[in-house]
């Protein structure tokens, strides 16, 4: 980038070499981000609704045998309802922590291309949370689990909407989580430990572990994101 530095009244100077670069803590403020507190609240109930859901919900991953997965929700309709529920509510964070993620990284390529990813799976997340509430009408229904639900949800396992739902939410969160750690990291717009902890927290958190395991990782990505939200509020003041 070349600029124009004035030396007298009619005598200018051209400067050349100036470069930004990822790593500039100049990506305070962008002003193409709005300011809110909504984002802010958003980006620590995202983890810790997460581990509520961690903590109520039972039935494991969607993409597990079929006939497995439908008993699980057969077994304790009203426990997996709830866990829908702070699903949901957690699904509909996401976006906003997203820009939350966005206004903390500025104008730095990594932090923008994570929070991007991290934005799209809680579109997918949003969906998702649909298609559970369905799961669940339709094993709460008098005939139960039937071989011909078990068909059915094994064909909606292998259909490019399943594929659609699941895949950019897997996806988004993983990439966009590592992204968005690299760029706060680099930028050093938040102390070292928080995007460790955020970064660790929620890998730890996405249930292919121990049910331990996922809550203690959603509550310690909680933590993170107060560390966040309390940069992102002095960088404002600042």
């Known amino acids: 980038m070349n600029t124009t530095i004035t030396l007298g009244r009619n005598r200018t100077a051209p400067v050349s070499g100036i470069v930004e670069t990822d790593t500039d803590p100049a990506t305070a403020a962008d002003p193409a981000v709005p300011s809110s507190r909504v984002p802010e609240v958003a980006l620590v109930l995202w983890p810790a609704l997460l581990a509520v859901f961690a903590g109520v ?11 497995t997965y439908l008993a699980s929700i057969a077994d304790d309709p009203d426990r997996f309802l709830l866990a829908t529920v702070a699903y949901f509510f957690m699904a509909a964070m996401i976006v906003p ?11 730095g390529r990594t932090g923008r291309i994570g929070a991007a990813l991290i934005g799209m799976a809680g579109v997918s997340a949003t969906a998702f949370s649909g298609a559970k509430f369905v799961f669940h ?10 071989p011909d639900l ?12 399943f594929v659609l739902l699941a895949d950019p939410l897997f996806i988004g969160l993983i990439l966009g989580s ?9 930028t050093r717009t938040v102390p070292r430990w928080v995007p460790v902890l955020f970064l660790a927290g929620l890998l730890a958190g996405g249930g292919e572990v121990s049910l331990a395991v996922s809550v203690a990782g959603n509550l310690a990505a909680t933590v993170a994101a107060v560390g966040a939200v309390r940069a992102l509020r002095q960088q404002a003041a600042a």
């Open 150 to 161: 078990v068909a059915a949800f094994e064909r909606f396992q292998g259909e490019i909407g």
């Open 137 to 146: 009408g339709l094993v709460s229904g008098p005939d139960g689990v039937t």
């Open 97 to 107: 922590a997203a820009i939350a993620l966005r206004r903390l990284l500025g104008r």
């Open 178 to 186: 590592i992204l968005t750690s690299v760029a706060m990291w680099r």
């Open 57 to 67: 919900d039972d039935a494991g991953l969607a993409r597990e045998e079929p006939a």
